[in-house]
C-alpha cells in the first residue's frame, strides 16, 4: 500500500505561487488529506491576497486613521479632560442606525471624558466597514461634554459586476454574496464575500480561484475580476522503463483545461493503481501567463523487473 511521504509547499511571492509539491500514494484517503492542506495554504495565500485588494479599494483607510487623531487632538484642546460626558450624538448616518453606530462605541453617558478612548471608538465605527469618513465634534453641555460622531457612510452599490468566471454563473456567485444591489457598500462584509467566493470554487477542486481585482467606483458600481487558474502545460517525469504513452493515457487532463484538484487526483490515483510506481508526485509550476500553471508529474518505478506489457 502507498503512502503520502512528503507535502511541500514553498512561496517566495506573497502575490504568486511559485511551487507546490505533492506525493501520493495508493491510499484512498490520501486525497483528501493533500486537498485539506492544499485549501489551508492557499486560503492563507488568498487571505493576504484579498487584504491587499481592500486595502486598494479602501485608500483612504489609514489616511482616515491618521484624521482620527489629528480632529480629535484639535477638538481635545478646547475641552478639560475631567469632565463628564453628558450626551452623545450621531450625526448624518441615512442608511446606519444609530444603535449599530452606538454598539460599537465603549464610551458611555456618565464616564469621564478620555481622548484615546474617543479615538478607539472612532476606529471601532470605521471598522464596521460602512463608512468613507469619522469625525467627532465635542461641546459643553449640561456641566460636561457633548460628543458628536459625525459620520460619511459609503456609497449604495447600484450594479455587481463579475467577470472571468466559466465555472459558475455570475447568478450563482450573486446568490452565496451578503451584499446586493441596494445595500450599502462594506468593506468588511465584501471580504467576507470574496472569500466565500474562493470557498464556492474550492468545493468543486478548483483551487487556483483567484480573486484578480476589485474595485468600487464613485457611481456605486461593483467589479469583480476572477481568474480561475488554467493548465498551460502537462509534463511526466521521472520514468525510465515505462513508456510515457503508458502514463498520460490515465491522465484525464489536458493543456488549456482549468486546474481542477478532484480530476487530477483521479489521474493520479490511476498512474499508482497501474502497480509500476513507489509514489507518484504532482508539482505545479508557474506558466507563461499569470493565471496559467505547468502540471508536472513525477513518477517513480518500482525496482523489480519489468514485462514487455509495460506498454500497454
Known amino acids: 500500500m502507498g503512502k503520502i511521504k512528503k507535502l511541500v509547499y514553498s512561496t517566495s511571492n506573497e502575490d504568486k505561487l511559485e511551487k507546490t509539491s505533492i506525493v501520493l500514494g495508493a491510499l484512498p484517503y490520501a486525497g483528501s488529506i493533500i486537498s485539506g492542506s492544499i485549501q489551508h495554504y492557499i486560503k492563507k495565500h488568498q487571505e493576504k491576497r484579498l487584504d491587499k485588494l ?97 459620520v460619511q457612510e459609503n456609497l449604495p452599490i447600484k450594479e455587481i459586476f463579475i467577470e472571468g468566471n466559466t465555472v459558475f454563473s455570475c447568478e450563482e456567485i450573486e446568490k452565496i454574496m451578503i451584499l446586493q444591489e441596494g445595500q450599502i457598500f462594506s468593506h468588511n462584509i465584501f471580504k467576507n464575500d470574496l472569500i466565500q467566493i474562493c470557498e464556492l470554487y474550492k468545493n468543486r477542486g478548483y483551487f487556483l480561484i483567484n480573486i484578480e481585482d476589485v474595485s468600487f467606483s464613485k457611481e456605486g458600481k461593483l467589479f469583480i475580476k476572477i481568474t480561475e487558474g ?24 489536458f493543456p488549456g483545461d482549468l486546474f481542477c484538484f478532484k480530476k487530477i487526483k483521479k489521474s493520479l490515483q490511476k498512474i499508482s493503481n497501474l502497480g509500476y510506481f513507489e509514489n507518484v508526485t504532482m508539482r505545479l509550476e508557474p506558466g507563461n501567463k499569470k ?12 525496482t523489480m523487473e519489468y514485462n514487455k506489457h509495460v506498454d500497454g
Do not use: P, W
Not at 493565471?291 to 518500482?302: A, D, G
Open 230 to 253: 488554467r493548465i498551460e502545460k502537462i509534463l511526466i517525469k521521472g520514468n525510465i522503463k515505462i513508456e510515457e504513452k503508458s502514463i498520460t493515457k490515465e491522465v484525464n487532463i
Open 291 to 302: 493565471e496559467s500553471v505547468i502540471l508536472i508529474i513525477n513518477v517513480f518505478e518500482k
Open 54 to 150: 481592500l486595502m486598494d479599494i479602501c485608500k483612504d483607510l489609514q489616511e482616515v486613521k491618521n484624521k482620527i487623531n489629528l480632529d480629535s487632538d484639535r477638538s481635545v484642546s478646547k475641552i478639560v479632560e475631567n469632565l463628564k460626558i453628558t450626551a452623545i450624538e450621531i450625526k448624518n448616518n441615512k442608511f446606519i442606525s444609530k444603535d449599530i453606530i452606538i454598539s460599537h462605541i465603549s464610551s458611555s453617558i456618565g464616564n469621564i471624558f478620555s481622548k484615546d478612548k474617543i479615538n478607539k471608538d472612532m476606529k471601532s465605527i470605521y471598522e464596521l466597514g460602512y463608512f468613507k469618513d469619522i469625525k467627532v465634534k465635542l461641546e459643553t453641555f449640561c456641566n460636561g461634554c457633548k460628543i458628536i460622531f459625525i
